[in-house]
């Protein structure tokens, strides 16, 4: 099992931008949440300045948003150097996407595509950080199934779909068993690789191989 992606020839714009242009599919998941009421807009889905409110106002409001803000978090924390929390918070959205894509599965294909873009975008280099210290990162997942369980969900409730819910933790469970199964291996890997310091330098997304510093997207 591969956790270092290969480096992509080309990144994207910005996250929100990716977003942006998955809309359709972002307008149909809010739907589908049971908080949401009214007709849908372009941008229902986004906490109001979540790239400006204060932290503590963004995890205030989380808990009832549509997980895509969890991923807008995570990469604005990452892009300050608030890579700890970052972890935190990307891992706390693949959560309760994964919930909710099991909870409402209609139309699965698209759903679980602009999954799989949060997690090759937003993930990528968090998970890169990441793997710098497996132990810690196992301990970064127990601490956010600690928070999900102890947190209400008002976008997906749990009462309804407690199955789903059960479901998406056993998979969170997964992740994190096989991050601890194959420590060994990420870290063969990183050596390979000649991975070195990972994070936001001047707005740009930097990884360092075999001692070279490689600027590969603007955050």
């Known amino acids: ?8 020839s080309h990144a994207p714009r910005s996250i929100a931008a990716l977003i942006g242009l998955t ?7 809010v739907s589908a949440g049971t908080t949401s009421s009214t007709v849908v807009t372009a941008d229902a889905w986004r906490i109001e300045g979540i790239e400006t409110l204060p932290p503590a106002e963004i995890e205030r409001q989380l808990p009832n948003a549509n997980p895509l803000n969890y991923f807008l978090y995570a990469a604005r924390l990452f892009k300050n150097g608030e890579n700890d929390k970052a972890v935190f918070w990307y891992h706390a959205g693949e959560l309760r996407f994964k919930f909710m894509l099991l909870a409402h599965p209609s ?35 127990n601490a956010v199934l600690q928070w999900d369980a102890s947190t209400p969900n008002g976008f997906t409730s749990k009462a309804d779909y407690r199955r789903q819910w059960e479901d998406a933790r056993a998979w969170l469970v997964a992740v994190r068993d096989q991050i601890a199964t194959h420590a060994d291996e990420i870290q063969k890997q990183r050596a390979q690789q000649g991975i070195g310091q990972v994070g936001v330098k001047n707005g740009v997304y930097i990884e360092e191989h075999r001692g070279n510093a490689r600027g590969l997207a603007s955050a």
């Open 1 to 8: 099992m591969s956790f270092l992606c290969r480096r992509s």
């Open 107 to 141: 139309p699965p294909d698209a759903g679980q595509a602009l999954f799989e873009s949060m997690q090759a975008t937003v993930g990528r280099p968090i998970s890169i950080y990441a793997g710098s210290d497996t132990k810690k990162w196992a301990d970064q997942i």
């Open 23 to 29: 809309l359709v599919v972002a307008c149909s998941l």
